[in-house]
């Protein structure tokens, strides 16, 4: 019922995290950008992503009603990290527990202010609690699957005319704890959010900064390496195709892209355009930030008019820049699971328009 909340929520025990306002510069996460998380593909996918590479694995379940979150649902994400570390710039206490407005989100991912990207925000918060992940990542000394969602719980504040005044959301343990062991952080160029090429654009770049960086000969993939690392459901054919074209525009900040050939294989090559400026030493701002002024949604206080509650039922159980070789090899395992036919084969054929969908 609306107004009523979880007797289980966290946010009754975690104190909460003011977002910060003004600009904040953008950071990633290491681990989002090494491994396929997201859907590359805003049309509807409830195909899981099961992956494998050497001892790592990760898996990505949707629930159908709702799809799997997207790599544009991941700019929040890319959001709250940047500020948690920002604030430990300025010594300040982080939690999982953000509070925030959405009009400082979507502005800070260069996103319009409008009533539709009110409703499109509320649609990623809902994948990203609904998608569900396992994955060996940072397992510890001994080995273990840790699974969670994206956000575990968010509700929004809005008045009795439906303007929204606040929203609040709790992150899983998994990512916070990633965000705060700082060498995973990574920066990125704000023009990152600009890029309108379609999912796979955005995932490379992102690949382009994690394993590229700043280093002067910058980093090769076989491209049947990066299909497969993609979790890409496109065939192999469409999405050279797709990369190819990415090459002939250009359109990475910061990157220089091109195509090589060895032995039979195609592969891109991703070097630091020199001409611009590392986007590192946007992180050493020191400009003051307060905070987003947006009120408190109220866990541990009486009801709110106009409070609406979205806990959803999930259906499924389920450091510095890397010192791996320059030229990335298919030597790992992949598993990628793709969408079947009633005849039982691979139904790819529409995949390649999807993610390249703006």
């Given at each position: 019922?609306?107004?009523?909340?979880?007797?289980?929520?966290?946010?009754?025990?975690?104190?909460?995290?003011?977002?910060?306002?003004?600009?904040?510069?953008?950071?990633?996460?290491?681990?989002?950008?090494?491994?396929?998380?997201?859907?590359?593909?805003?049309?509807?996918?409830?195909?899981?992503?099961?992956?494998?590479?050497?001892?790592?694995?990760?898996?990505?379940?949707?629930?159908?009603?709702?799809?799997?979150?997207?790599?544009?649902?991941?700019?929040?994400?890319?959001?709250?990290?940047?500020?948690?570390?920002?604030?430990?710039?300025?010594?300040?206490?982080?939690?999982?527990?953000?509070?925030?407005?959405?009009?400082?989100?979507?502005?800070?991912?260069?996103?319009?202010?409008?009533?539709?990207?009110?409703?499109?925000?509320?649609?990623?918060?809902?994948?990203?609690?609904?998608?569900?992940?396992?994955?060996?990542?940072?397992?510890?000394?001994?080995?273990?699957?840790?699974?969670?969602?994206?956000i575990k719980e968010w509700e929004e504040l809005t008045t009795c005319s439906g303007r929204c005044e606040g929203m609040e959301f709790v992150l899983p343990e998994w990512f916070y704890q990633g965000v705060l062991d700082r060498p995973l952080g990574l920066a990125i160029d704000p023009a990152y959010f600009a890029?309108?090429?379609?999912?796979?654009?955005?995932?490379?770049?992102?690949?382009?900064?994690?394993?590229?960086?700043?280093?002067?000969?910058?980093?090769?993939?076989?491209?049947?390496?990066?299909?497969?690392?993609?979790?890409?459901?496109?065939?192999?054919?469409?999405?050279?195709?797709?990369?190819?074209?990415?090459?002939?525009?250009?359109?990475?900040p910061g990157y220089r892209l091109a195509l090589e050939r060895h032995d039979g294989r195609e592969l891109i090559l991703m070097r630091p355009d020199r001409s611009t400026a590392p986007v590192d030493k946007l992180c050493n701002s020191s400009a003051a930030i307060g905070t987003s002024g947006a009120t408190g949604?109220?866990?541990?206080?009486?009801?709110?008019?106009?409070?609406?509650?979205?806990?959803?039922?999930?259906?499924?159980?389920?450091?510095?820049?890397?010192?791996?070789?320059?030229?990335?090899?298919?030597?790992?395992?992949?598993?990628?699971?793709?969408?079947?036919?009633?005849?039982?084969?691979?139904?790819?054929?529409?995949?390649?328009?999807?993610?390249?969908?703006?």
């Amino acid at each position: 019922m609306a107004g009523e909340r979880p007797t289980t929520s966290e946010r009754a025990t975690l104190d909460p995290f003011d977002a910060l306002a003004g600009d904040v510069p953008p950071r990633d996460q290491r681990d989002l950008m090494e491994r396929p998380f997201f859907s590359l593909a805003k049309v509807k996918r409830v195909t899981p992503i099961l992956y494998q590479a050497r001892d790592t694995q990760v898996q990505v379940y949707a629930v159908p009603e709702h799809d799997m979150a997207t790599i544009w649902d991941a700019d929040v994400l890319i959001w709250a990290a940047s500020q948690i570390l920002a604030a430990q710039d300025r010594g300040l206490q982080t939690s999982r527990f953000f509070r925030f407005t959405p009009y400082q989100l979507l502005i800070a991912i260069g996103r319009a202010t409008g009533n539709r990207e009110y409703q499109l925000l509320k649609g990623a918060l809902t994948r990203l609690q609904s998608t569900v992940i396992r994955t060996t990542i940072r397992h510890g000394e001994h080995w273990r699957r840790q699974q969670f969602s994206w956000i575990k719980e968010w509700e929004e504040l809005t008045t009795c005319s439906g303007r929204c005044e606040g929203m609040e959301f709790v992150l899983p343990e998994w990512f916070y704890q990633g965000v705060l062991d700082r060498p995973l952080g990574l920066a990125i160029d704000p023009a990152y959010f600009a890029l309108s090429g379609g999912g796979i654009e955005r995932w490379l770049y992102r690949v382009a900064r994690k394993h590229a960086g700043r280093q002067q000969d910058g980093w090769r993939f076989e491209l049947r390496h990066l299909h497969a690392k993609s979790a890409s459901l496109a065939r192999f054919s469409d999405f050279a195709l797709d990369i190819r074209g990415i090459v002939t525009r250009q359109p990475l900040p910061g990157y220089r892209l091109a195509l090589e050939r060895h032995d039979g294989r195609e592969l891109i090559l991703m070097r630091p355009d020199r001409s611009t400026a590392p986007v590192d030493k946007l992180c050493n701002s020191s400009a003051a930030i307060g905070t987003s002024g947006a009120t408190g949604v109220g866990i541990s206080r009486a009801s709110i008019s106009g409070l609406r509650a979205h806990k959803l039922p999930l259906t499924h159980s389920p450091h510095a820049e890397s010192g791996a070789p320059k030229d990335s090899k298919s030597d790992s395992k992949f598993f990628v699971v793709g969408e079947t036919s009633r005849a039982g084969k691979l139904r790819r054929g529409s995949a390649r328009r999807r993610e390249r969908t703006p």
